[in-house]
């Protein structure tokens, strides 16, 4: 697909201060793709959490990561808008992307950043992502060059969680770079998996189950191969877009997280819930 490659002085971005401390570790950026349009929440960024649009909540986490810069990525100009009037800078995407990675190859061509620059994509809808673990998958890409990409995971210890397929599972290999990403258990406990979830209280000892976290950072280079990509057969397969960058021969590190996020917002009942953890914490 074809990208505009408009200078850093592009009239749709507004400039933003550097707020990266001293100690921020290594130089990186942060991306938030939004959309407006979601079948199950529709208007979802600028839907109004603690009396504050969501999507600005999402910006002031990405802010206290210690980010060089953060840019939200859109292509409606009602989510321009709002974030432009909280001090955002924000860079206009084309509608036509499919997925948030082929949205960010747009921004970093956009902006002209270098190939060997950083960026983190945060997701839109995480109003409570901990600025710790921005910080920490873009470390883990900085640390380890042979790298593209970088992610993190937890550990479950909930059978049902192992079972569910909307808790994506990771498998990784020695040097905890991925081996491949799956809706189903992996790895497959052969004694104790035969008869699948049923009866299953507790999870076998001796070895750990991870579960995905869909927070990812990647070297400029490799987003902008990515849109040039064709889809591979097990990420049409399983619905998830980072097995195409595995199938293409790309490594995956995967660091377990200094910090587990809570869930994102997809519902009315997210909304709900989110709602009242901030009442709670008093944020």
Excluded at 59 to 71: D, F, I, L, T
Excluded at 173 to 196: K, N, V
Excluded at 226 to 242: G, I, K, M, R
């Amino acid at each position: 697909m074809p990208v505009d490659n408009a200078p850093p002085s592009h009239p749709n971005l507004v400039p933003q201060e550097e707020t990266a401390p001293d100690n921020a570790g290594p130089g990186f950026r942060v991306a938030i793709p939004a959309r407006y349009a979601s079948t199950r929440l529709p208007g979802k960024p600028l839907r109004l959490l603690a009396g504050r649009p969501l999507i600005e909540h999402v910006y002031q986490r990405a802010r206290a990561s210690g980010a060089s810069e953060v840019v939200i990525a859109t292509d409606d100009p009602r989510i321009q808008q709002v974030a432009e009037g909280f001090g955002a800078t924000v860079c206009m995407t084309s509608p036509a992307h499919l997925s948030g990675t082929d949205r960010l190859a747009e921004v970093a061509a956009r902006l002209g950043w270098p190939e060997d620059a950083i960026v983190v994509n945060v997701q839109g809808d995480e109003p409570h992502l901990p600025p710790a673990l921005i910080q920490q998958v873009a470390a883990g890409l900085a640390t380890h060059p042979d790298a593209d990409i970088a992610t993190v995971c937890a550990r479950i210890a909930d059978p049902g969680e192992l079972f569910n397929p909307n808790v994506v599972k990771v498998t990784r290999d020695a040097q905890d770079y991925a081996l491949y990403f799956s809706r189903a258990p992996i790895p497959w406990h052969r004694e104790t998996f035969g008869a699948g979830r049923e009866g299953l209280s507790k999870l076998p000892t001796g070895m750990a189950w991870f579960r995905h976290i869909g927070l990812y950072a990647y070297r400029v280079a490799v987003l902008a191969r990515y849109p040039h990509w064709s889809p591979a057969p097990t990420e049409q397969a399983e619905s998830l877009e980072q097995l195409r960058a595995l199938w293409h021969g790309v490594r995956i590190y995967v660091a377990e997280a200094v910090e587990v996020p809570p869930p994102g917002v997809d519902t009315e009942v997210d909304l709900a819930r989110a709602a009242a953890h901030f009442q709670r914490s008093g944020e």
